[in-house]
């Protein structure tokens, strides 16, 4: 039995549905970074800590009725309550209010100092690893004589210059953090700089400037996401360490380090007064460990799938 078929040429509408049917969603790298960072339940658990913790250091104590640096002498050295859920210091104040307000110090200090690192740290590494040959050797030199000097000396030494004080630590921190990313990105930037999208660039006539700053320094965007992410809780405990030997932020001005400096002197007796600022830094530094661990899986190209 034969059978007759009937065989006509699709149109031009009908082929270009089929193959779109035919083909996978295409998928940026942003996109599928953020779908594998989704997968990762601790770096999102370290978000979101990170998150709240910012949104409750901003909001509650600007709607509290109570400020850090109000005292209440009849009410000194509590253990803590529903009324004072930290409970409060030798001068009667509320130390959740304290713990909150230095939660924007410390916070601020390390957003900052990070974001001075990112402008310094990208444009010296930058223009390192783009230029090359002998202005390389120069930079790159001046970066190894100031990295050979411990970090935190030489954060004290700034400190001992400028006098304790918050802005005084937003400029010795940003001054001394750079050195870290200059090497990161100037190692990013040579590796990319003789690919062929960046040879076709210069082909077409583009300036320096233009390459550095539109191809090599958005290419490099991964690294430099994952090191600043690094470098924020380092400066947060480099903030507390110095303001618990005194050299950080000046009374009635609470940091973490300042509280648990306070702290530290009535362990035996109260011993919450150390505790829960002691706790704060530590949920945060690990929280800022797990998104940065995430962060820099997901962000990594042999990831991808």
């Known amino acids: 039995m034969n059978k007759e078929y009937d065989f006509s040429p699709l ?31 601790a770096a999102m658990l370290g978000m979101g800590f990170i998150v709240l913790m910012m949104v409750a250091a901003i909001f509650i104590p600007m709607f509290s009725s109570i400020s850090y640096e109000d005292q209440d002498f009849a009410r000194t050295n ?5 009324e004072h859920l930290f409970g409060t210091d030798n ?3 509320d130390m959740f209010i304290r713990v909150l307000y230095g939660a924007r110090i410390s916070l601020s200090i390390g957003v ?15 223009i390192s690893g783009f230029v090359g040959g002998r202005t390389d050797r120069i930079m790159m030199n001046i970066v190894d004589i100031l990295y ?3 970090t935190l000396l030489y954060v004290i030494l700034l400190m001992v210059v400028f006098k304790p004080g918050l802005l005084n630590i937003y400029i010795a921190l940003g001054i001394s953090y ?3 990313m200059a090497r990161i990105v100037r190692g990013e930037v040579l590796k990319i700089k003789e690919q062929e999208f960046v040879l076709a660039s210069r082909s077409m006539g583009a300036s320096p400037a233009r390459i550095l700053l539109k191809h090599l320094i958005p290419n490099s965007l991964g ?10 809780p380092d400066a ?10 005194g050299l950080g932020v000046s009374a009635p001005m609470a940091s973490w380090g300042v509280l648990c400096s306070d702290g530290i002197n009535t362990l035996g007796a109260y011993p919450f007064q150390l505790f829960f600022p002691a706790v704060a830094i530590s949920l945060t530094m690990l929280a800022f460990n797990f998104f940065s661990d995430g962060l820099r899986d997901a962000l990594d190209p042999k990831m991808r799938r």
């Open 223 to 232: 690294v430099i996401i994952v090191s600043l992410s690094l470098s924020i």
């Open 91 to 93: 001068l009667g104040r």
């Open 112 to 126: 900052v100092a990070s974001l001075i690192n990112l402008f310094i740290g990208v444009l010296y590494g930058g």
């Open 148 to 150: 050979s000097v411990p």
């Open 78 to 82: 509590m253990a803590p309550t529903m």
């Open 236 to 245: 947060i405990f480099t903030e507390a360490f110095l303001s618990f030997i």
């Open 11 to 41: 149109s031009k509408s009908e082929m270009a549905m089929a193959v779109e049917s035919e083909q996978a969603p295409s998928m940026g790298y942003w996109q599928d970074a953020w779908i594998r960072l989704k997968k990762d339940k």
């Open 178 to 180: 750079w050195l870290q």
